[in-house]
């Protein structure tokens, strides 16, 4: 077992922290290799313990520092929805871990009250080189977004970081008037949008060919 601040030798015992081998040993194997949960907590009294099964008195234990398992994340701390976006990350003791998107605060599942989109649902390795994500679109303009990293095992171990998100926007330039049949210069930037399409509408904006006031395609 693995205990803090003194011998343990069951689970309900208030020091217990997890099983090393929960199934008997036998004792002329004196060797193991543990691979120890990533939600174990930082330790500085932690004790390796061995006890006989039926004799729970007979006890060998080995003082042990556990350091807790933790993520960094490396990334920008504002962009413009629609962009690429590299998130670079270091892992001590975690090997598995999800990426996701929150608004208002820190979160760890969907289920969670901030919880706005999904990075990556899947699992994967912490790596060294940064990864890429393209944000949605539709985020909103917003200074209270974080992008948070967690162990797929032990949701506890995570980390955020705060960003500000500028939404994706079209500006347009063109003459105020013009006479049908001339050529019409139109300018335009785009803030987090890759292609566009243009359009002539009547009576207000239109985004497709099936809206009211559409009239031609540019």
Known sequence: LLCNGGVCTSSSDANFVGWVQQSPLVCSASSLTW??????????????????????????????YVTAASIAIYMSSSFTAGEA??????CTGTKSIKAVLCKGGPCTTSLDTDFHVWIWSWKFGCVDSPLQWTSPLTLATAV?????LVDVAAPQVSQCKVVAITGASIAVTASTSFVAGTDVQIDWTCGGSTY?????????MCNSQTSPNYLDMI
């Open 35 to 64: 691979t120890s949960p990533s939600s174990t907590p930082q330790c500085s009294t932690c004790q390796i313990v061995f006890f006989d099964t039926s004799a729970s008195s007979v006890v060998g234990s080995a003082n042990v």
């Open 85 to 90: 976006v590299s998130i670079g990350m270091t």
């Open 144 to 148: 209270d977004y974080y992008v948070c």
């Open 196 to 204: 566009v399409k243009a359009m002539l509408c009547k009576g207000g």
